[in-house]
């Protein structure tokens, strides 16, 4: 997350900053009322992944107590680091 904040800050304004942020907070809103509504990665074995926006995939798993964030993921980068 550290990497995509920085990025953000580094190549966004600060308005479009806002906007991911509260378009991140409006998809776990959704993941929480609705997780299992999203795919089952093909990516990342034992969870689900929502498309945050072109760049971003946020990978989820979740159980009848939680919802837990398992990784931000920005798109551009390589799948094979997913597993690491």
């Not at 609705?34 to 989820?60: C, D, I, M, V, W």
Request: no cysteine; net charge negative.
């Amino acid at each position: 997350m550290d990497r995509i904040v920085d990025y953000l800050e580094e190549n966004w304004t600060e308005k479009e900053i806002e906007k991911f942020f509260k378009r991140l907070e409006e998809a776990l809103k959704q993941l929480s009322q609705h997780p299992q509504s999203f795919k089952k990665s093909e990516r990342k074995e034992g969870a689900r992944e929502f498309q945050l926006s072109p760049h971003n995939t946020l990978f989820y798993s979740y159980n009848a107590q939680r919802l837990e964030v398992l990784l931000l993921w920005p798109n551009n980068d390589d799948p094979s680091k997913l597993d690491q």
